[in-house]
């Protein structure tokens, strides 16, 4: 089994910024970077999310992506109507570069 076939979800992947709406005021805007990505959403369990989520991070879920993929932790991840923070981004290495992300997820409530 190939790992794209593992990747049977899709999640988007938006960055923050602040607009400029008119002379007296800015909004808040998070924008598509990364839309439609094949992606494993899975949930942590609780031993896992303290291994996860260190200094002092919630960590609920972990999402496997390809590494074209460059999410940040000042991204968000949103995936079935759910947000995501991200908590961090980590490369997993094959033997001669990067084979796929795993980027620790916080869900929003």
């Known amino acids: 089994m190939s790992f794209d076939s593992l990747l ?3 999640c988007t992947i938006q960055r923050y910024s602040l607009k ?9 805007v998070w924008s598509a970077v990364f839309p ?10 609780d ?3 303290l291994i996860a989520g260190r200094d002092g991070e919630v960590a609920t879920h972990i999402c496997y992506v390809q590494p074209a993929t460059t999410a940040t932790v ?7 109507g759910l947000t995501y923070d991200i ?7 094959g ?7 795993e980027i620790i997820l916080n869900l929003r409530r």
């Open 8 to 10: 049977n979800q899709s």
């Open 20 to 28: 400029q709406t008119d002379v007296l005021g800015r909004k808040e």
């Open 36 to 45: 439609n990505v094949k992606c494993r959403i899975e949930q942590l369990s």
């Open 47 to 49: 031993d896992k999310r």
């Open 74 to 80: 000042k991204d968000r991840l949103i995936s079935g």
């Open 87 to 93: 908590v961090s981004v980590e490369e997993s290495r």
């Open 95 to 101: 033997a001669k570069s990067v084979h796929h992300y």
